[in-house]
């Protein structure tokens, strides 16, 4: 994990990934992904798209309350 980054996803509770994942949401949003669907190529993650990701598949990989 690149320190830049912040804490490792890991090592984050529930409630600092749910807020994570929250104002990560725009960088992911804003992604142009047609060029995934038309060209079969992934496009380059900013920072905070990639961020948006790793959060989103740890809280998959988790179990939750909810």
């Known amino acids: 994990m690149v320190a830049s980054m912040g ?3 890991q090592r984050m509770t529930l409630p600092e990934l749910r807020n994570e994942l929250e104002r990560t949401r725009p960088a ?3 992604m142009d992904l ?6 079969d ?3 380059v993650l900013d ?8 959060v989103a ?3 998959l990989r988790r179990p939750s309350n909810r």
């Open 7 to 9: 804490k490792p996803v």
């Open 57 to 59: 598949n740890e809280l």
């Open 34 to 39: 047609d060029g995934v669907l038309a060209f």
């Open 41 to 43: 190529q992934l496009p």
């Open 47 to 54: 920072e905070d798209a990639h961020r948006h990701q790793l």
């Open 28 to 30: 992911w949003e804003a």
